[in-house]
């Protein structure tokens, strides 16, 4: 199962040369890029790690890269993935997310039910 | 004795009230040199007056009756402080290109109105003109609410931000797909198309305006299949999924009944129609606000009203009136697809929704300018007769923050339903990539959208099924305003 | 011996247009219009740039692909002029599409290294962060090195700089600067460092005439002249200055001119009774000058 969370899910994974077109990107908007990597991709996961801080006043996309190439080779087994971070008035979140990293194994989740009154079912999702 | 000696306003007043039938500019109603003050709320009517009736004796007609005017004088008047209720038409200008046709500027004092009620609103100024004889045909064309009324409404429940946030999905529009057939499905075979669709790859799906519960599928059936439906396609993906379940009914206490049930199942969002009516629109969201949960409105019925410029109310006051009321989705148009909604009318209503304030733009017929008073942005809905051919220019012309909904574009899919999802996700992913990295959407699109099909089957079938389709009319409500090119 | 191959391309090759297209022009204009003299130091800016033109030119016919080398290294005293020309190179590197942005960071030891264990390696990490794509520029750069102080951690930020200007030559160019004797004993200890500089550029402090120079511009930019005493006086100022220690070039030039803005307005102001027309609030007197302590202990001296 491929995880599809992040804006680029769809697509083939994209190479460091689009990664870093992304991230240029994103630097033109002035927004702050930050890495966070986890082994719990559940979708209700809102805390990911955190690898170092967000990059605010960057100019460039090469420092970014060379966070996500280290969070990478620290944590070969986890998603990684790049967020960047709109501070103007009106948005003030996340403009863009993407994953950067994948583990060899991708998490495979099931559903689980627990019937109440009325057929009415309460759902949770778990790691399988 | 008395008569010489009594002072001139005194006088006046006694002419002013004396029974009888006075025209309406005459009674104070036109007012040239008024100034509008910040409090106040202002109206803009496009007015066709009836052959023989003067222009600024038909504005000042429209706002005397309504606000405190009768076709003949009372005495009562003398009771109240008439000047401050009276509304002030106070510009009247000829419609460029359309003769016969008047802009008329009218003002409201904001003590007309009760705080944070839009029946009341929409009860004063649309209440009691629209069937006025002397007026052949006319428009509420845009309003201007001051900020000290803004502030009385609470607005969306949720707002695109919050939205966005509680999906985790960031950078790109959100997908979506009504279910087809609009009517007929059983439950069971309705909540196969939500998971289809949504395992496939879309964000939401969607009932119809008129799904509410129907001999052939009762409400209760269709929540329960459709929330199995999109917790599966939430365990086969690790995303966040959800189907607005219409909860539109003929009593409150019925949409009541049906939205816990949503809330109880989980869902993320609801949905309802404009049919419902604006008390009950406000009401219900309210109980969205308290209750954490997304409110869809599809605008069901608009068109009987919003399309034809001279009679009606124009779609960015609507606009205007439900980010008021508080919903957090609203359909708004696609420009490029098969329902009415001109490039430079539908970018007004998305600015009037998304915008933190709104500048005056004649070209996009933003007459006024709107602050919002951080009342939170309302997500634009772009829903019909639109396929992944035309991602590009849906892009271009609607921005990011919007939901798509590509209905027959997913569920006829020659490939099947879940195909025609990931047609358009990868469409719209690889479309985003591409701007993102400086390529020309308008001009390469096409060749961005091959590109990304030559990695996947569904996308080509999708454009090569549908690569044909435009839907190209004469649009009936366009601007008045439309810069014209310089002679070179 | 290996032949250089060369792509097969039109017969002439126009170094001019490059030049034209690059900006670099700009910057050298630039340059000539807002440092007074600093002879030697242009011609060797534009010794580089021609350097870096012309293998620009080399890499589109096909010869000498491996970058060149570009970290620098400014040494003179203080202000004469050594960040506004690392700022100009930072424009030629850019036009020439050496450095993807074209921004200077300029820093000094503070910015690089922490105060304790741990705590450099990010500050660094984050310096170089912010001027990828462009310059950075290190003043007094051989502040880094401190030996006699075992609990010092400029080592370490000495290391990842090494790292960086070795590996990531693409990403990130290093200007060096300070007193040209303590840089040599810096690149001494530290020949790594020494070894990736290219460029050496020696900002000699400005002649008694170019001071001049200098003091007329910024007394014209501040709307103010000098009497014709006030002009010997200042000329007289300026010698005396050179010779006495602690001299900082333009920024002193600054300073004094400053002061004598502050005695002017002093003694306007004791006079302030008698008439006043616009020429007198323009004017420096030779007493504004000659009160400075330079001419006082230059006559002490004397005694």
Redesign the interface.
Known sequence: MRLTQGTFSFLPDLSDHEIRAQVDYALGQHWACSVEFTDDPHPRNSYWEMW?QP?F????????L??IKACRAAHPQCYVKLNAFDATRGFETMRLSFIVQRPAAETRFTLEREEGAGRVQRYAMRRA | MGTMERPQAQRAAQERYRAGVLKYAEMGYWVPDYEPLETDVLALFRITPQEGVDPEEAAAAVAGESSTATWTVVWTDRLTACEAYRAKAYKVEPVPGAPGQYFAYIAYDLELFEPGSLANLSASIIGNVFGFKPVRALRLEDMRLPVAYVKTYDGPPTGIVVERERLDKFGRPLLGATVKPKLGLSGKNYGRVVYEALQGGLDFTKDDENINSQPFMHWRDRFLYCMEAVNRAQAASGEIKGHYLNVTAATMEDMYERAELAKELGSAIIMIDLVIGYTAIQSMSKWARRNDMILHLHRAGHSTYTRQKTHGISFRVISKWMRLAGVDHIHAGTVVGKLEGDPNSVQGFYNVLREPHNPVDLQRGLFFEQPWAGLRKVMPVASGGIHAGQMHQLLTYLGEDVVLQFGGGTIGHPMGIAAGATANRVALEATIKARNEGRDLWNEGPSILEAAARGCKPLQAALDTWKDVTFDYASTDTPDFVPTPSPV | MAEAQTRDFPGTLDLDALYRDSNVAQALEALERDLVGLAPVKRRVREIAALLLVEKLRRTVGLEAAAPPLHMCFTGNPGTGKTTVALRMAEILHGLGYV??G?LVAVTRDDLVGQYIGHTA?KTKDV???A???VLFIDEAYYLHRPENERDYGQEAIEILLQVMEN?R???VVILAGYKDRMDRFFESNPGLSSRIAHHVDFPDYTPEELYAIAQRMLAAMQYQLSDAARAALAEYIERRRAQPHFANARSVRNALDRARLRQASRLFERRDAPLCARDLMTIEAEDLRASRVFAAHEEGTR
Do not use: I, N, T, W
Request: proline share 4%; charged share 40%.
């Open positions: 170092g990059m006043d960057l100019r460039d996309a090469a420092g970014v060379e966070e | 993807r942005k921004h990010p170089l962060k912010r990828m794509g462009g990531q693409d990403d990130l």
